[in-house]
Antibody, heavy 119, light 113 residues
Framework: QVHLQESGPGLVKPTQTLSLTCTVS??????????WTWIRHHPEKGLEWIGY???????HYNPSLTSRVTISLDTSRNQFSLKLTSVTAADTAVYYC???????????WGHGTLVTVSS | DIVMTQSPVSLAVSLGERATINCKSS????????????LAWYQQRPGQPPQLLIY???TRQSGVPDRFTGSGSGTDFTLSISSLQPEDVAVYYC?????????FGLGTRVEIK
């Protein structure tokens, strides 16, 4: 059975970089046709797709975040990561690592990790 | 961006009764060349991540009970729960994957009356 697990700091200071890692177990991201995705959940704004990385080399980000976000794969560790620079309080959310399949519906979700941006 | 609007925001239904959730997209999510609606539904139980229920607007994910039914086309979609069970208490979200950025509705909370 495939599992995704997020890890990283739960508190980030304003202007710093948010860094999260997702460890995938039960499946290999190397050679996968799936889209390794990050989604966040704001209390008021709801679910927001951040972007994905694909092992065939493509990445795709939400235009609202593209200047600040990087998603990358580490196939040797079977992990993928999220970096979001210059964070503000508006980036406070629960962050999910997710598997996107076929035409990009999302069939597997990590349990999510709350990241708070505060000094 | 395609805006997904769900209604109602919340609803309370008696056990064994039908619950109906609506989702409207700001533009059509029907892909003519593939003859498919690019719409999914998710269930998020308290304290849990979202879980895929339905894709292609009406195809149930493996393991999803058949009391969950998705319908609609173009811009107007419905998720029905035919006979509400206690484990169906959750927030339900629709999502379009027709064009990036993929977007979600704000959710509909379903409770027991």
């Amino acid at each position: 059975q495939v599992h995704l697990q997020e890890s990283g700091p739960g508190l980030v200071k304003p202007t710093q970089t948010l860094s999260l890692t997702c460890t995938v177990s039960g499946a290999s991201i190397s050679g996968s046709e799936d889209y390794w995705t990050w989604i966040r959940h704001h209390p008021e704004k709801g679910l927001e797709w951040i972007g994905y990385a694909h092992d065939f080399g493509s990445v795709h980000y939400n235009p609202s975040l593209t200047s600040r976000v990087t998603i990358s794969l580490d196939t040797s560790r079977n992990q993928f990561s999220l970096k979001l620079t210059s964070v503000t309080a508006a980036d406070t959310a629960v962050y999910y690592c997710v598997r996107g399949v076929r035409d990009n519906w999302f069939d597997l979700w990590g349990h999510g990790t709350l990241v708070t941006v505060s000094s | 961006d395609i805006v997904m609007t769900q209604s109602p925001v919340s609803l309370a239904v008696s056990l064994g009764e039908r619950a109906t959730i609506n989702c409207k997209s700001s533009q059509s999510v029907f892909h003519y060349s593939k003859n498919k609606n690019y719409l999914a539904w998710y269930q998020q139980r308290p304290g849990q991540p979202p879980q895929l229920l339905i894709y292609w607007a009406s195809t149930r994910q493996s393991g999803v009970p058949d009391r969950f039914t998705g319908s609609g086309s173009g811009t107007d979609f419905t998720l029905s729960i035919s006979s509400l069970q206690p484990e169906d208490v959750a927030v339900y979200y629709c999502q379009q994957y027709y064009s990036t950025p993929w977007t979600f509705g704000l959710g509909t909370r379903v409770e027991i009356k």
